[in-house]
């Protein structure tokens, strides 16, 4: 690991809560001085003599030497705290202005302000978590959903880096015994035989594929899974958006063609984020304007993992079909579900016909649902179609899954590694290259939990952490 030592040298402070006026705030001090530089502005226990985890009730006193505020002060002595330094937090009253003071008076002792993710760095850097639990660690913080906060925490508690770990050990058994091999050769002696190599990459691969396949479905956790809401005009788009969301987010009318623009919100289903995409209807027209939004649906509709086609079931059936042509082809690889609304409005006829219709169009993965948006009718049901469409893991689950590009990007090329040891493998190649492709496995499953690194990547990294944490 690449790192400017001299970063560490410093005894840093920031507000760790979130800003604003509150009840209470919490300001956190890390440092190799934090005791000694806390002690010179406290008025209470000796914080030498104080035990390690307990709180204390004291004052900070200002510069002026009169009393700041009444605090609550909690040592946490190094190695067991969260930057592996030793650490104070003061919890003071939650005034932006004594928040503000309490950080001028701990830089007049000798503190200076933390930068963006300092703390979780110097944790990084102190062994007390590797890379990819420190990027886990601004996922909790950022976690808008239960399942992304169930991801969130299995990976910081170290899941996926056992499981990276597991593979670099693989790894590092292939390794040495082709490099062991090499140190012999004018022996000609063999250490394992070149099936028994085989059979080890592959597994390898599939495992590092598989992980790499989960980054799909961790994106859509952790930012939301997109479902694009399109259609004709009037389908109902806007109406069943509003309804889902339980606003009025989107303008309903009859007027066709009043949605122009793309429109973007979320919920959370059974702990699940959805973004829903309610686009403007898809119809041939002259107004550039609504030109320019119909080619955004189109966009959005590539973009969504779930396709919500909604059919005005008092339409005619000719209408459908020649839509169909345009929505269809772009939900390969998607889930698409065709949702029959004015239901109120149709009788068993219309509806058994509608159907057999639509049954011809969309392909057999697909579903078909009749609701009413505006009587609320079915709705219950279209949320559990849309469930069964995320193919989310259940939330007590064990399995590992990839939320981050950074680490998608790192099993990809690493797949690409082990790939071209196999094809040597399978050829008979030299087993210097083998174990050269090898190696640069290992190298990017490296860079995954910050065992391979440089600073530019750190700072990148933690530069996306708020300051205080």
Same mark, same amino acid.
């Given at each position: 690991?690449?790192?400017?030592?001299?970063?560490?040298?410093?005894?840093?402070?920031?507000?760790?809560?979130?800003?604003?006026?509150? &009840?209470?705030?919490?300001?956190?001090?890390?440092? %190799?001085?934090?005791?000694?530089?806390?002690?010179?502005?406290?008025?209470?226990?000796?914080?030498?003599?104080?035990?390690?985890?307990?709180?204390?009730?004291?004052?900070?006193?200002?510069?002026? $030497?009169?009393?700041?505020? /009444?605090?609550?002060?909690?040592?946490?002595?190094?190695?067991?705290?969260?930057?592996?330094?030793?650490?104070?937090?003061?919890?003071?009253?939650?005034?932006?202005?004594?928040?503000?003071?309490? =950080?001028?008076? =701990?830089?007049?002792?000798?503190?200076?302000?933390?930068?963006?993710?300092?703390?979780?760095?110097?944790?990084?850097?102190?062994?007390?978590?590797?890379?990819?639990?420190?990027?886990?660690?601004?996922?909790?913080?950022?976690?808008?959903?239960?399942? @992304?906060? %169930?991801?969130?925490?299995?990976?910081?508690?170290?899941?996926?880096?056992?499981?990276?770990? /597991?593979? %670099?050990?693989?790894?590092?058994?292939?390794?040495?015994?082709?490099?062991?091999?090499?140190?012999?050769?004018?022996? /000609?002696?063999?250490?394992?035989?070149?099936?028994?190599?085989?059979?080890?990459?592959? #597994?390898?691969?599939?495992?590092?594929?598989?992980?790499?396949?989960?980054?799909?479905?961790? #994106?859509?956790?952790?930012?939301?899974?997109?479902?694009?809401?399109?259609?004709?005009?009037?389908? &109902?788009?806007?109406?069943?958006? #509003? =309804?889902?969301? &339980?606003?009025? %987010? @989107?303008?309903?009318?009859?007027?066709?063609?009043?949605?122009?623009?793309?429109?973007?919100? +979320?919920?959370?289903?059974?702990?699940?984020?959805?973004?829903?995409?309610?686009?403007?209807?898809?119809?041939?027209?002259?107004?550039?304007?609504?030109?320019? $939004?119909?080619?955004?649906?189109?966009?959005?509709?590539?973009?969504?993992?779930?396709?919500?086609?909604?059919?005005?079931?008092? @339409?005619?059936?000719?209408?459908?079909?020649?839509?169909?042509?345009?929505?269809?082809?772009?939900? +390969?690889?998607?889930?698409?579900?065709?949702?029959?609304?004015?239901?109120?409005?149709?009788? /068993?006829? *219309?509806?058994?016909?509608?159907?057999?219709?639509?049954?011809?169009?969309?392909?057999?993965?697909?579903?078909?649902? #009749?609701?009413?948006?505006?009587?609320?009718?079915?709705?219950?049901?279209?949320?559990?179609?849309?469930?069964?469409?995320?193919?989310?893991?259940?939330?007590?689950?064990?399995?590992?899954?990839?939320?981050?590009?950074?680490?998608?990007?790192?099993?990809?090329?690493?797949?690409?590694?082990?790939?071209?040891?196999?094809? &040597?493998? *399978? *050829?008979?190649?030299?087993?210097?290259?083998?174990?050269?492709?090898?190696?640069?496995?290992?190298?990017?499953?490296?860079?995954?939990?910050?065992?391979?690194?440089?600073?530019?990547?750190? +700072?990148?990294?933690?530069?996306?952490?708020?300051?205080?944490?």
């Amino acid at each position: 690991m690449d790192f400017d030592n001299r970063l560490f040298e410093d005894t840093i402070c920031a507000i760790s809560t979130a800003p604003g006026c509150g &009840g209470i705030a919490v300001v956190r001090v890390s440092g %190799r001085d934090a005791m000694a530089i806390v002690a010179r502005c406290w008025k209470g226990a000796d914080i030498d003599k104080m035990t390690s985890h307990t709180a204390h009730l004291g004052h900070i006193i200002d510069t002026d $030497g009169t009393i700041l505020d /009444e605090v609550v002060l909690i040592p946490f002595r190094a190695p067991r705290s969260f930057t592996g330094e030793d650490v104070i937090e003061i919890s003071c009253h939650g005034s932006t202005w004594i928040q503000q003071e309490l =950080l001028n008076v =701990l830089i007049s002792c000798g503190c200076r302000i933390a930068t963006a993710g300092e703390f979780t760095r110097r944790a990084f850097a102190n062994g007390r978590m590797d890379l990819s639990q420190a990027e886990a660690v601004a996922d909790v913080i950022a976690s808008s959903s239960r399942a @992304a906060h %169930r991801i969130a925490m299995s990976q910081m508690r170290g899941a996926f880096s056992r499981k990276i770990g /597991e593979l %670099r050990d693989s790894l590092l058994e292939f390794v040495s015994l082709m490099e062991l091999e090499l140190d012999f050769s004018e022996e /000609e002696v063999e250490f394992a035989d070149r099936s028994h190599l085989l059979k080890l990459a592959t #597994n390898i691969r599939n495992v590092i594929m598989h992980l790499a396949d989960s980054f799909a479905m961790g #994106n859509a956790i952790k930012n939301g899974v997109p479902v694009a809401i399109v259609g004709e005009t009037n389908a &109902g788009k806007s109406t069943l958006l #509003n =309804l889902l969301l &339980g606003d009025d %987010r @989107a303008i309903v009318s009859d007027i066709h063609g009043t949605t122009r623009d793309v429109i973007e919100d +979320t919920i959370t289903i059974d702990g699940v984020l959805y973004r829903f995409i309610d686009t403007a209807g898809i119809r041939d027209t002259t107004d550039h304007i609504e030109s320019l $939004g119909i080619e955004r649906t189109f966009r959005k509709l590539d973009d969504a993992a779930i396709v919500l086609w909604i059919i005005d079931g008092t @339409a005619p059936v000719s209408d459908m079909a020649a839509i169909s042509g345009k929505i269809i082809p772009r939900c +390969t690889g998607k889930s698409l579900i065709a949702v029959i609304n004015k239901d109120d409005s149709l009788d /068993e006829s *219309q509806r058994a016909t509608i159907t057999h219709e639509l049954q011809k169009l969309i392909p057999g993965n697909g579903h078909i649902i #009749n609701i009413s948006a505006r009587q609320h009718t079915n709705i219950g049901n279209l949320l559990n179609l849309l469930r069964q469409a995320a193919s989310l893991p259940e939330n007590d689950t064990n399995e590992v899954v990839v939320t981050n590009a950074r680490h998608y990007e790192a099993l990809y090329n690493a797949g690409q590694a082990i790939t071209r040891a196999i094809d &040597g493998l *399978q *050829q008979g190649i030299s087993g210097d290259f083998i174990s050269q492709d090898i190696r640069e496995c290992m190298h990017y499953l490296g860079e995954i939990t910050g065992e391979i690194t440089t600073t530019d990547i750190l +700072t990148q990294i933690f530069s996306h952490f708020c300051i205080g944490k």
